[in-house]
């Protein structure tokens, strides 16, 4: 099973709001990822948790807030978004065994449009 | 600075030729290769990797080849499906050197005409 869950699927808020993007596997991963992706670009690496720390931010406004509350979930928290965060946000998630090749497995992705 | 590159950024194919989708690289510490298939709207999905050691992974109608001297990998699809059609991301990393992280080239969005 190489199943990545990301929850809600289609995501519409106001630049007031604020939201949560949820991510879950139960593949016994240790490294979860947070990816943005526009149309017709490469997704774009923004989080990265390994062993639920925080090992990579990639100079990410702070208006994106990240969470990994156990192995197996990984939040992003929204909050003051701009129509230009609108995008398709990525989870992703690898075994994370130091020193060895890793392949990521994404989730189906959140839709999120900023109106 | 773009360290993989995917200078085709579309290919279309006759259904039951072959496909050839390439991929450039520049850092020449990567050592582990992917592929990944990507549907609209969808995420991306694994397809097939390679690591450095090797100059050559198959898995059924898909191969990559690697080419270390001259940085550059290619994915092989033989025969081609109109289901193949989709854009095609390939990625490069070092656990040692870069981490977790990946760095993924532009995309070539495959068309498979039946």
């Known amino acids: 099973d190489t199943e990545v869950t990301q929850t809600p699927k289609h995501l519409v808020m106001g630049m007031t709001n604020k939201k949560s993007l949820k991510c879950e596997q139960h593949?016994?991963?240790?490294?979860m990822y947070w990816y943005k992706q526009k149309a017709k670009k490469p997704p774009e690496l923004m989080f990265v948790y390994s062993y639920e720390k925080l090992s990579i931010n990639e100079s990410v406004p702070s208006r994106f807030s990240p969470e990994c509350p156990n192995s197996s979930l990984l939040n992003l928290h929204l909050h003051a978004l701009q129509p230009e965060d609108s995008a398709l946000y990525l989870c992703?998630?690898?075994?994370?065994?130091?020193?060895?090749?890793?392949?990521?497995?994404f989730g189906p992705g959140t839709r999120l449009t900023v109106l | 600075d773009q360290q993989v590159k995917q200078n085709s950024p579309s290919l279309s194919v006759q259904e039951g030729r072959i496909s050839i989708l390439n991929c450039d690289y520049t850092n020449s510490m990567f050592d582990y290769f992917l592929w990944y298939k990507k549907y609209p709207a969808e995420g991306p999905t694994f397809l097939i990797s390679?690591?450095?050691?090797?100059d050559k992974n198959e898995d059924g109608r898909f191969t990559v080849f690697l080419n270390k001297s001259a940085k550059h990998l290619s994915l092989h699809i033989v025969p081609s499906q109109p289901g193949d059609s989709a854009v095609y991301f390939c990625?490069?990393?070092?656990?040692?050197?870069?981490?977790?992280?990946?760095?993924f080239g532009t995309g070539t969005s495959l068309t498979v005409i039946p």
């Open positions: 593949m016994g991963h240790r490294a």
């Open positions: 992703a998630s690898s075994q994370a065994v130091r020193e060895v090749t890793d392949t990521q497995y």
């Open positions: 390679i690591s450095s050691i090797k």
């Open positions: 990625a490069a990393t070092n656990p040692i050197f870069t981490g977790n992280q990946f760095y």
